[in-house]
């Protein structure tokens, strides 16, 4: 009778790869996602989410929006829906660089206009108008909070280099003078490494654990998140961890998310760079 016991104990824990949390405790978790949004991608990681009844934040690619909301309906009938259900909007910035990538001569010798264009390194006037320019877009800037993510969190992230800290230290003053906020992330589940594809879901509850909750990084841009989203969301409810919108929290790894930082009075670009760089001269960056 014992050994039947220990047999069906030891099947139920095998049976259960993951466990709560070593500390016996439960966490708040923000959903974030990159890159979208994707015309077929995003609208099934919504359908998740209301089933599920979660609120996340996207963080969405200017480019995405190119000509306009008249020329270009689809992408922003997907805002529509997230602003509808109740999902914060972020900005992107227009093309995924890397914006600390900033040349040491600020001379410009050509004007990006492509994603192909932008390998980079970069004048500080594209940087400023990467970062920027989503918030000039007229039927863009309504569905925006003044929430930014960016791209490999370049510009944020620290570095021993005091050369490329130096360019950090542009990139996010340019941010904080347009009065705009950074969410950065501390819990990455690389959703877009296929070979890691088995093992994201572990890699989730374990970071949910050792981070004390916080903010997960995925992206609606890949197939692999939205055919298991649902499945990740259960459960990370069933590990007994509360997912709740970015907007009800302040947890950033330690920075506040600046809901009520003021969303940038619309501006020309080159009015607005020219206001920025004259603050930014003034304080030594």
Same mark, same amino acid.
């Given at each position: 009778?014992?050994?039947?016991?220990?047999?069906? /104990?030891?099947?139920? +824990?095998?049976?259960?790869?993951?466990?709560?949390?070593? !500390?016996?405790?439960?966490?708040?978790?923000?959903?974030?996602?990159? !890159? $979208?949004? =994707?015309?077929?991608?995003? %609208?099934? @990681?919504?359908?998740?989410?209301?089933?599920?009844?979660?609120?996340?934040?996207?963080?969405?690619?200017?480019?995405?929006?190119?000509?306009?909301?008249?020329?270009?309906?689809?992408?922003?009938? /997907?805002?529509?829906?997230?602003?509808?259900?109740?999902?914060? @909007? $972020?900005?992107?910035?227009?093309?995924?660089?890397?914006?600390?990538?900033?040349?040491? !001569?600020?001379?410009?010798?050509?004007?990006?206009?492509?994603?192909?264009?932008? &390998?980079?390194?970069?004048?500080?006037?594209?940087?400023?108008?990467?970062?920027?320019? %989503?918030?000039?877009?007229?039927?863009?800037?309504?569905?925006?909070?003044?929430?930014?993510?960016?791209?490999?969190?370049?510009?944020? +992230?620290?570095?021993?280099?005091?050369?490329?800290?130096?360019?950090?230290?542009?990139?996010?003053?340019?941010?904080?003078?347009?009065?705009? $906020? =950074?969410?950065?992330?501390? /819990?990455?589940?690389?959703?877009?490494?296929?070979?890691?594809?088995?093992?994201?879901?572990?890699?989730?509850?374990?970071?949910?654990?050792?981070?004390?909750?916080?903010?997960?990084?995925? =992206?609606?841009?890949?197939?692999?998140?939205?055919?298991?989203?649902?499945?990740?969301?259960?459960? @990370?409810?069933?590990?007994? =961890?509360? /997912?709740?919108?970015?907007?009800?929290?302040?947890?950033?790894? $330690?920075?506040?998310?600046?809901?009520?930082?003021?969303?940038?009075?619309?501006?020309?670009?080159?009015? &607005?760079?020219?206001?920025?760089?004259?603050?930014?001269?003034k304080t030594g960056n």
């Open positions: 009778m014992e050994k039947l016991l220990f047999l069906i /104990i030891f099947l139920l +824990i095998a049976g259960n790869s993951f466990s709560v949390c070593p !500390d016996g405790k439960s966490y708040e978790v923000y959903l974030t996602f990159d !890159d $979208g949004p =994707h015309p077929v991608l995003t %609208p099934r @990681i919504l359908d998740v989410l209301k089933e599920e009844e979660v609120k996340a934040t996207f963080f969405v690619m200017g480019y995405r929006f190119k000509n306009g909301k008249t020329k270009n309906p689809k992408p922003f009938e /997907i805002l529509d829906r997230m602003k509808k259900e109740g999902h914060l @909007i $972020g900005s992107h910035t227009q093309y995924h660089i890397k914006h600390n990538n900033i040349k040491d !001569d600020d001379e410009i010798t050509k004007k990006p206009s492509d994603p192909n264009d932008f &390998l980079g390194p970069f004048t500080k006037r594209q940087v400023f108008e990467n970062i920027l320019k %989503p918030y000039s877009n007229v039927d863009l800037q309504r569905y925006l909070t003044p929430l930014v993510r960016l791209p490999y969190g370049a510009g944020k +992230i620290k570095s021993t280099n005091p050369t490329v800290q130096v360019k950090n230290d542009w990139v996010m003053n340019v941010l904080a003078t347009s009065k705009l $906020g =950074h969410v950065f992330w501390n /819990i990455d589940v690389e959703d877009w490494n296929v070979q890691k594809e088995k093992y994201l879901l572990e890699s989730l509850l374990k970071q949910i654990c050792q981070k004390k909750g916080g903010v997960v990084l995925l =992206h609606d841009t890949q197939s692999n998140t939205a055919e298991n989203l649902k499945s990740w969301i259960q459960k @990370i409810k069933s590990e007994g =961890h509360k /997912i709740i919108p970015l907007s009800e929290g302040r947890k950033d790894t $330690g920075e506040a998310l600046a809901p009520e930082i003021c969303k940038p009075e619309p501006s020309t670009l080159d009015s &607005l760079y020219n206001e920025v760089n004259k603050i930014l001269i």
